[in-house]
């Protein structure tokens, strides 16, 4: 059973923007606090941004005032907008919800 679904990364240029999705069961979606985290190759897996059900919002200092989570509870979907994208920001992008991981998507920032 499939809970967390990812989409939408890609290969972007520097400067560029992407919006990932994911997609998850109702069941987890209106319980838990869902959450992006990302790893990037050789490093450990990180918190990247997390919304509460009640839309309180947490970031990681890397990722502040470039990227914005949120959750539209009609769709049960949270979504990453992310800007002004660097090549650091490489890496596997994860969404999380306790203790349930999508597959992951796949970000790459390179000229």
């Known amino acids: 059973q499939v809970q967390l679904v990812e989409s939408g990364g890609g290969l972007v240029q520097p400067g560029g923007s992407l919006r990932l999705s994911c997609a998850a069961a109702?069941?987890?979606?209106?319980?838990?606090?869902m959450a992006w985290y990302r790893q990037a190759p050789g490093k450990q897996r990180e918190l990247v941004a997390r919304?509460?059900?009640?839309?309180?919002?947490d970031y990681a200092d890397s990722v502040k005032g470039r990227c914005t989570i949120s959750r539209d509870n009609a769709k049960n979907t949270v979504y990453l907008q992310m800007n002004s994208l660097k090549p650091d920001d490489t890496a596997v992008y994860y969404c999380?919800?306790?203790?349930?991981w999508g597959q992951g998507t796949q970000v790459t920032v390179s000229s």
């Open positions: 999380n919800a306790a203790y349930v």
């Open positions: 109702r069941s987890i979606f209106s319980h838990y606090t």
């Open positions: 919304i509460t059900t009640g839309g309180n919002t």
